[in-house]
């Protein structure tokens, strides 16, 4: 068994009990990983003891049950996929608690993994943090009135501005040790799609999978699985 684990890479995904983070670890588990999914209630395991299902919220500290399951492995791959919306209001109808709510999730949660995380991920030879971010927490796309009329919330938009920042300071202090990148997903047709979204969440794991593959050395990179769109720093700043 131990050395089927030596030859078997470690992935750890969070938000994985559906969408993109389901789509992914059963990409995975499909391929030459084994995963750690990371879940607010049990899922299913997908492959024969490939997949590990832990409970975990990002909102909470790390517990012992991720880490058990981590034990000595080095995590070759950890993606930060775990993510909240809120419904978009005008200002006057904006819940500050939203946005703090959300700056919890799709920013603290991340930080959290990362930072439970990091000695696993530093034994691995070429580990790679994944933040799944979104196009709309471009500073310069948002500025220029891109996405203007869509609606949608500051918690939100501020938040996943926020996480490209995360992304920034993350890279930065690990330079030559985790490569940290933030990875938009496309319009994809899941609960927080939205309308006329056309990328199902198993094409997006399957070039999700690609990139984690990829042995490009770049920190912080930005790029967008939907192929149509544009990629490069223009999706964070």
Same mark, same amino acid.
């Given at each position: #068994? *131990?050395?089927?684990?030596?030859?078997r890479?470690?992935?750890?995904?969070?938000?994985?009990?559906?969408?993109?983070?389901?789509a992914?670890?059963?990409? !995975?588990?499909?391929?030459?990983?084994?995963?750690?999914?990371?879940?607010?209630?049990?899922?299913?395991?997908?492959?024969?003891?490939?997949?590990?299902?832990? &409970?975990?919220?990002?909102?909470?500290?790390?517990?012992?049950? !991720? !880490?058990? /399951? &981590?034990?000595?492995?080095?995590v070759?791959?950890?993606?930060?996929?775990a993510?909240?919306?809120?419904?978009?209001?005008?200002?006057?109808?904006?819940?500050?608690? *939203?946005?703090?709510?959300?700056?919890?999730?799709?920013?603290?949660?991340?930080?959290? !993994?990362?930072?439970?995380?990091?000695?696993?991920?530093? @034994?691995?030879?070429?580990?790679?943090?994944?933040?799944?971010?979104s196009?709309?927490?471009?500073? *310069?796309a948002q @500025?220029?009135?891109?996405?203007?009329?869509?609606?949608?919330? %500051?918690? %939100?938009?501020? *938040?996943?501005?926020?996480?490209? #920042?995360?992304?920034?300071?993350l /890279?930065?202090?690990?330079?030559?040790?985790?490569?940290?990148?933030?990875?938009?997903?496309?319009s994809?047709t899941?609960? #927080?799609?939205? /309308?006329g979204?056309?990328?199902?969440p198993?094409?997006?794991?399957?070039?999700? /999978?690609?990139l984690?593959?990829?042995?490009?050395?770049?920190?912080?990179r930005?790029?967008?699985?939907?192929?149509?769109?544009?990629?490069?720093? @223009?999706?964070?700043?």
């Amino acid at each position: #068994m *131990s050395g089927e684990h030596d030859r078997r890479r470690l992935a750890v995904v969070t938000g994985a009990g559906r969408g993109l983070g389901a789509a992914l670890v059963d990409r !995975l588990a499909a391929g030459d990983w084994d995963v750690i999914a990371c879940v607010r209630t049990p899922r299913v395991p997908a492959g024969p003891g490939r997949v590990v299902t832990v &409970v975990q919220d990002v909102r909470d500290p790390v517990g012992a049950a !991720l !880490l058990a /399951a &981590v034990g000595e492995r080095p995590v070759d791959a950890l993606v930060n996929n775990a993510g909240v919306g809120a419904p978009g209001r005008p200002l006057a109808e904006c819940d500050p608690q *939203s946005i703090l709510h959300a700056v919890d999730v799709n920013v603290a949660g991340p930080l959290r !993994l990362t930072q439970a995380l990091l000695p696993r991920l530093t @034994a691995a030879p070429a580990p790679i943090v994944v933040n799944v971010t979104s196009r709309l927490g471009s500073l *310069s796309a948002q @500025a220029a009135g891109e996405f203007a009329g869509r609606g949608t919330s %500051y918690a %939100y938009r501020i *938040s996943k501005a926020a996480q490209n #920042m995360l992304t920034i300071a993350l /890279a930065q202090e690990l330079a030559g040790r985790v490569r940290c990148w933030a990875v938009h997903p496309g319009s994809l047709t899941t609960a #927080m799609g939205v /309308a006329g979204a056309a990328t199902s969440p198993e094409r997006a794991a399957d070039r999700l /999978a690609e990139l984690l593959d990829s042995a490009d050395p770049a920190s912080p990179r930005y790029l967008s699985l939907d192929r149509s769109e544009r990629d490069g720093p @223009a999706l964070a700043w």
